[in-house]
């Protein structure tokens, strides 16, 4: 990076090629100061006296089933395949390349592509059914029914491969909004629960300046962030009196849901008036309350959503893209 490179004089004369070599084959690596590397540290008294009741409110284990209506779904799938699915024919690309073979490697120095319509349908169509059946485990009828309702066969049958994918993507993503609709969660027991001393047994290291940051009213004395809206929603919570103390929920506090794990981001108590105590787990995405939060992962915030309204026991799960979004559903 500073043209810092010390060669033996044997190869001093080949410098500039060696130091091109190195600069293309590292040059997308992120190389941090050993220096800033930081372990978090947990604050026992902290945890004890400050986070406890509210680590007592949301430390439950859950289980979950689904139901739901498979009519209502499969008259979904097809009326989402009918309007969104997008056909056309196979398409070929063809592409031609010059290369250059030099001493940093295989360069290419022309290409050119072609795309080419295929519109002959001499193949044979592919087993629709079972295909979709296997990738998204509904019954054969369900599928059948699906495929017969959406009124889109002749695009299977001018492109299989693509039709099948996005109706696969289409069945899935109904089949999500279904599950997060018809989950139903119940706390399994008083015993079954995270255990506090993972608090203490996991190590945490971080960056400084890079993704930690010194914080005063956590139970750990760094909080490890993973993007700008979490190291701003920190610095927020650091700055109001009214919050007593906070946690950003390790990796291995997880939720069970249909789709995954789900890993909460925050727990946060919040002291009003210096005697009502409030009890919050909150998650934080720049993207919350937009269509670029993937379906998966909104499905998952509102299974968590879910699970803590199963343990009923005074900790409110809020979904917030800023701090001040957290802070009007607090104030509310």
């Known amino acids: 990076k500073e043209n810092s490179l010390n060669l033996p004089d044997d190869f001093k004369e080949q ?5 091109a070599v190195l600069k293309k084959v590292t040059g997308g690596l992120n190389v941090k100061k050993y220096e800033e590397k930081k372990t978090v540290q947990f604050k026992k008294q902290a945890f004890d006296v400050d986070f406890k009741p509210l680590w007592d409110k949301i430390k439950y284990k859950t289980w979950y089933k689904v139901e739901f209506d498979p009519e209502k779904l499969i008259e979904a799938c097809a009326r989402e395949i009918h309007s969104n699915l997008l056909g056309g024919s196979a398409k070929f690309k063809y592409t031609k390349a010059t290369t250059m073979i030099e ?6 120095v022309d290409e050119q592509i072609s795309t080419y319509s295929y519109t002959a349908r001499d193949f044979q169509l592919p087993d629709i059914v079972t295909y979709l059946q296997e990738q998204t485990n509904l019954t054969r009828r369900s599928i059948v029914e699906i495929l017969k309702r959406c009124g889109r066969l002749e695009a299977f049958k001018m492109n ?18 279904f599950i997060v609709d018809g989950i139903k969660y119940e706390k399994i027991g008083d ?17 400084l300046n890079k993704n930690m940051l010194a914080v005063s009213k956590s139970i750990y004395d760094h909080v490890i962030y993973d993007s700008d809206v979490e190291e701003s929603f920190a610095q927020e919570l650091e700055k109001n009196t009214e919050v007593k ?34 009890y919050f787990v909150v ?31 005074g900790a409110q799960f809020i979904k917030a893209n800023s701090y001040d979004s957290f802070q009007d559903q607090v104030m509310a």
Not at 103 to 108: K, P, R
Not at 284 to 303: Q, Y
């Open 15 to 19: 410098a500039a090629q060696i130091n």
């Open 103 to 108: 001493q940093s490697g295989i360069n290419i």
């Open 160 to 177: 299989p491969q693509k039709f099948i994918e996005q109706a696969v993507t289409i069945i899935k993503n109904q089949m999500r909004l």
């Open 191 to 207: 015993d079954e629960f995270y255990a506090q001393e993972l608090f203490e047994d996991q190590e945490l290291i971080g960056y």
């Open 245 to 278: 103390v906070y946690a950003k929920l390790p990796n291995w506090f997880k939720i069970d849901t249909p789709l995954g794990s789900y890993n909460p981001d925050w727990a946060v108590l919040v002291e009003k008036d210096g005697t009502q105590k409030l």
């Open 283 to 313: 998650e934080t995405k720049g993207s919350m309350f937009s269509d670029a939060l993937r379906p998966t992962e909104k499905a998952k915030i509102e299974c968590g959503k879910e699970h803590f309204k199963a343990l009923g026991d």
